[in-house]
């Protein structure tokens, strides 16, 4: 079983849909969970960070963390053809020194 | 202010040679972590530098080491190459150590290696 999983995508929605990506880790000391776009071609860029329980928004963007069944999701509402990239699930646990990244979901949103 | 950048940006070389990969933080970054993703193994760690010193590394053999000097710039080395390390190398600098959990860190374009 890998430390990090993500839907196996690919996934595809309509442009304007809310497109879901979800995640899932097994190292319970994991304190920190981001989420990175990673363009065809191009390195990741970081999207989203959330260190709590609970949701965070940032614009269209909203990721959402529940420390007990060890799951983050991130949605992305009104989707548009420029969220189309592949989307990194990441957790670190800084105590343990540990970065690991999910293999990614790779979105398209059709016009 | 100018981002991470990685030199070169694409390298060729034959099974059994060695190649070193060069990255430069952003200024006023002391961190650099460096990464390897394939279609294979997805995103991997490979090691964190920060103040010339490396603070964590991950599960990879012995013919991968780094260095980081006293500019932060930092160089990987591979040596011994084996069809397996063809990937795309990233570096990313964060201003302080932790790489991925400091929530500043950016990656660099990466280097492309392909071995025959």
């Given at each position: 079983?890998k430390e990090?999983e993500?839907?196996s995508?690919?996934?595809?929605?309509?442009e304007g849909?809310?497109?879901?990506?979800?995640?899932?880790?097994?190292?319970?000391?994991s304190?920190?969970?981001?989420?990175?776009?990673?363009?065809?071609?191009?390195s990741?860029?970081?999207?989203?960070?959330?260190y709590s329980?609970?949701?965070?928004e940032d614009?269209?963007?909203?990721?959402?963390?529940?420390?007990?069944?060890?799951?983050?999701?991130?949605?992305?509402?009104?989707?548009?053809p420029?969220?189309s990239?592949t989307y990194?699930?990441?957790?670190?646990?800084?105590?343990?020194?540990k970065?690991?990244?999910?293999?990614?979901t790779?979105?398209?949103?059709?016009? | 202010?100018?981002?991470?950048?990685q030199?070169?940006?694409y390298l060729?070389k034959?099974?059994?040679?060695?190649?070193?990969?060069?990255?430069?933080?952003?200024s006023?970054?002391?961190?650099?972590?460096?990464y390897?993703?394939?279609?294979?193994?997805g995103?991997?760690?490979?090691?964190e530098y920060?103040s010339?010193t490396?603070?964590?590394k991950?599960?990879?053999?012995?013919r991968?080491?780094g260095?980081q000097?006293?500019?932060s710039?930092?160089?990987?080395n591979?040596s011994?190459?084996?069809l397996?390390d063809?990937?795309?190398?990233?570096?990313?600098?964060?201003q302080?150590?932790?790489?991925?959990?400091?929530?500043?860190?950016?990656?660099?374009?990466?280097?492309?290696?392909?071995?025959?």
């Open positions: 079983q990090v993500q839907n995508g690919p996934l595809s929605v309509p849909a809310i497109a879901s990506l979800n995640c899932t880790y097994s190292d319970r000391g304190q920190s969970f981001f989420w990175y776009r990673q363009y065809s071609g191009k990741p860029e970081l999207i989203m960070s959330i329980n609970g949701d965070k614009g269209r963007f909203t990721a959402q963390l529940n420390k007990a069944s060890q799951y983050v999701s991130l949605l992305i509402r009104d989707s548009q420029s969220d990239a990194l699930c990441a957790v670190d646990n800084t105590n343990a020194g970065s690991t990244f999910g293999d990614g790779t979105l398209t949103v059709k016009p | 202010k100018a981002g991470v950048t030199t070169p940006r060729i034959t099974r059994g040679q060695q190649v070193t990969l060069s990255c430069s933080p952003i006023g970054h002391r961190s650099v972590s460096w390897q993703q394939t279609p294979g193994q995103l991997q760690f490979l090691f920060f010339e490396q603070r964590n991950g599960n990879f053999p012995g991968f080491s260095r000097f006293s500019n710039r930092s160089e990987m591979v011994t190459l084996e397996g063809s990937a795309l190398y990233l570096c990313a600098s964060s302080v150590p932790g790489g991925l959990g400091t929530d500043t860190q950016y990656f660099g374009p990466g280097t492309r290696l392909t071995v025959l």
